[in-house]
């Protein structure tokens, strides 16, 4: 099974709604990143949770890692075409940060119809 | 610009021949990350350089893969006999630590193998 699973798998939104995706571990978090990719491209770093309870805000975009340091959420206000694409979340799971490896999560496919 | 660059962005290759990619990290970098994402999954780790040491590999990277970063700077993963299997994104990732632990992705190449 997948050690962090994302849901939902894709998610169609009209613009200006709200939206919520969330990245859920077997294995605590020390450090927990949201990626965004569009098709066929890299991965653009949106943000970085490391403390239960942390909570970052970007523009329209806030991210949430549990107390338990087991969950993330990622939630867009007012979402506009510009925040379609792939959401990843990515986290070191093994080793406590060791090596800083990351493992991902499938992804969360975005799309916001105009 | 002077994010992770990767080159080339496309590779068509028949199979049974050797490819090579090049990634150049963020200057300063002393981190360096290969992963490997194939269609509709989250990049899946590979390798990973501390300066010019390899210092982990993925049982992914079986023995038809090296990966080199000669000088602590710029890397190369090379990829021996490729396999229709072997065609994917391949994306290198760079960091500095122990300033920062974030990776900052290069746009990928993406390999086809017919």
């Known amino acids: 099974s997948q050690e962090l699973e994302q849901s939902p798998q894709s998610l169609i939104v009209q613009e200006g709604k709200n939206l919520t995706i969330n990245c859920t571990s077997s294995?605590?978090?020390?450090?927990l990143y949201w990626y965004k990719q569009k098709y066929g491209e890299g991965l653009i770093f949106l943000m970085m949770?490391?403390?239960?309870?942390e909570e970052k805000s970007h523009e329209k975009i806030t991210a949430k890692l549990d107390e338990k340091k087991q969950q993330s959420s990622l939630h867009i206000t007012a979402s506009q075409p510009s925040h379609a694409g792939i959401y990843l979340c990515g986290a070191d799971i093994r080793s406590g940060g060791s090596n800083y490896k990351l493992t991902f999560g499938k992804g969360t496919l975005l799309t916001v119809n105009p | 610009d002077t994010g992770v660059s990767q080159d080339p962005r496309h590779k068509i290759t028949k199979r049974g021949q050797n490819v090579t990619f090049r990634c150049d990290p963020i200057s300063e970098h002393n981190r360096l990350y290969w992963y490997r994402q194939t269609l509709g999954q989250g990049p899946e780790f590979l390798t990973y350089?501390?300066?010019?040491?390899?210092?982990?590999k993925s049982r992914l990277l079986s023995d038809r893969f090296s990966a080199e970063r000669p000088k602590g700077s710029f890397s190369t993963l090379e990829i021996q006999r490729t396999e229709q299997g072997d065609s994917a994104m391949y994306l290198c990732?760079?960091?500095?630590?122990?300033?920062?632990?974030?990776?900052?992705f290069g746009p990928g190449t993406r390999l086809t193998v017919l």
């Open positions: 350089f501390q300066n010019e040491a390899q210092l982990e």
């Open positions: 294995k605590t978090l020390y450090g």
């Open positions: 990732a760079s960091t500095l630590l122990p300033s920062t632990d974030t990776q900052y």
């Open positions: 949770l490391q403390k239960g309870g």
